[in-house]
């Protein structure tokens, strides 16, 4: 009996949680250039599982909300239409990349996501991103590089595209391209892993863009957007942001 009565007195706490609260339990979709870049959003082979800082302030949200995140392996030439259309609730980008903004909604910036390009050999002292830069570029197969477009454009720099960022270290080093364009992080996650220890790379002075990264999100998803929005300022206030980036660097 005694028993019996705390049962009915747990379930009887959790019911009025869950009315106060007036929010039912939610699960949302994550579509992922899979298999990601540390430090930000990657497969950890180890445990299993998607990890990095956008994995650690969706844990946060889940933990202090009603909502649960699922991830979804997917390609970046697929994550727009599959979000736009309403299979999946949103990706992780940037706003600035999408063909079509008008179609989503994106959460305020969780960090600035500002772009270099990285080489072999150090880049000349006056050197800066024009019209006259020529060479191959290792690029990411379906990302965007709008820094890059005219140039890829008028052929004075000539797109080799890879299947993923390691990737595109690997075929700099063999001398398939001069250079990549990467993101600060991405870059300083990578070149300090075990593999690229002996090789010096260098890293233009200048970025190539900074644009916000964020949750991109399905129209229909403003409630949710909203409370991630809450999450991301806590989740710097706390710094949380700069522990999990910390952490992530060299996994």
Known sequence: MLRLLILLF???????????????????TLV??????????????????????????????????HLTIEYVDSHRNRNEKFV????????????????????????????SHESFLYAIVPFPADFSLDLNTTGKVCTRRGFKYPALEPLFADGNLIRIDSSSHDTMLKMLILGRCDMVEMNLKNA???IYAEEYKSTEFYRSSLPTSSVPAALI????????????????????AEGLYAESLAKHLHP
């Open 188 to 190: 300083s996650a990578l």
């Open 32 to 65: 992922v250039n899979s298999p990601g870049t540390p430090p930000h959003l990657y497969f950890n082979q180890t445990e299993n599982k998607y990890d990095g800082v956008i994995p650690d302030l969706l844990r946060y949200a889940e933990r202090n909300s």
């Open 217 to 236: 999100m399905h129209p229909n998803r403003a409630a949710e957007r909203d409370i991630f929005n809450r999450f991301i300022e806590r989740f710097h």
């Open 84 to 111: 736009s259309s309403g299979k999946f609730d949103m990706f992780y980008s940037s706003i600035a990349w999408v063909s079509q903004p008008a179609d989503f909604i994106s959460t305020i910036p969780i960090f």
């Open 10 to 28: 747990l379930a009887g706490c959790w019911l009025s949680l869950n009315s106060a609260t007036g929010q039912e339990a939610k699960t949302l």
